[in-house]
């Protein structure tokens, strides 16, 4: 079992930057995958970005490659996500996840964190 919380969101003007950080409890395993995707109003939950937790190797949506950074601290239990360049189309819940291999698909994910808002101003 693996527990996630969620923190950094927050409201920001377009082009500013905001730092999410995901705190896991519990043991990750070789080859689980972190990762973190977004939900707007009305939309579904898409892909933000997912890092392996033991090599560290990550992939990235086309619509945040070059702004978004993701990384982790094994020593921390802690999975980050580095926003650069925010735009209003990045306003969404953001949600850290844990799966047991690589995938950018949300339902292949097995624990969820409670998510937390990033609200990008025009």
């Known amino acids: 079992q693996v527990q996630l919380v969620e923190s950094g969101g927050g409201l920001v003007q377009a082009g500013g930057s905001l730092r999410l950080s995901c705190a896991a409890s519990g043991r990750l395993f070789t080859g689980y995958w972190m990762g973190w995707f977004r939900q707007a109003p009305g939309k579904e939950r898409n892909f933000v970005a997912t890092i392996s937790w033991s090599f560290g190797n990550a992939m990235y949506a086309d619509s945040v490659k070059g702004r978004f950074t993701i990384s982790r601290d094994n020593a921390k239990s802690t999975v980050y996500l580095q926003m650069n360049s925010l735009k209003p189309e990045d306003t969404a819940v953001y949600y850290c996840?844990?799966?047991?291999?690589?995938?950018?698909?949300?339902?292949?994910?097995?624990?969820w964190g409670q998510g937390t808002q990033v609200t990008v101003s025009s």
């Open positions: 996840a844990v799966a047991r291999g690589v995938t950018v698909k949300w339902n292949e994910y097995d624990y």
